[in-house]
């Protein structure tokens, strides 16, 4: 059983930036693809990043790339979502998602079988 806290949300400006964490527990952590979506307020959840369980690969979402960075720390079973120049439109509650041990990549978007309980980010205009 994998549980996932993300925690580093808030309010933020934009072109700010602001750096998400998703602290996982379970011993295999180190074998799960990660990822991270977002859902904002009327609108459906929608996938931003995710890492393959060495980090050696990173796949993001065409809304995000060159503005976050997705990474992971395996040594402390966590996994980290950069945030800069950020936009009004990137207001959303972020979720940190686990698709599963040893599983190939990419992960698709219904692959994940672990979720946080999400953390809020704002960004003011």
């Known amino acids: 059983q994998v549980q996932l806290v993300e925690s580093g949300g808030g309010l933020v400006q934009a072109g700010g930036s602001l750096r998400l964490s998703c602290a996982a527990s379970g011993r295999t952590f180190s074998r799960y693809h990660m990822g991270w979506f977002r859902q904002a307020p009327g609108k459906e959840r929608e996938f931003v990043a995710a890492i393959s369980w060495s980090g050696g690969s990173t796949y993001l979402a065409d809304s995000v790339k060159g503005r976050f960075t997705i990474s992971r720390d395996n040594a402390k079973n966590t996994v980290y979502l950069q945030m800069n120049s950020l936009k009004p439109e990137d207001t959303a509650v972020y979720y940190c998602?686990?698709?599963?041990?040893?599983?190939?990549?990419?992960?698709?978007?219904?692959?994940?079988?672990?979720w946080g309980q999400g953390t809020q980010v704002t960004v003011s205009s």
């Open positions: 998602a686990a698709d599963g041990p040893f599983r190939a990549w990419p992960p698709g978007a219904g692959d994940y079988d672990y």
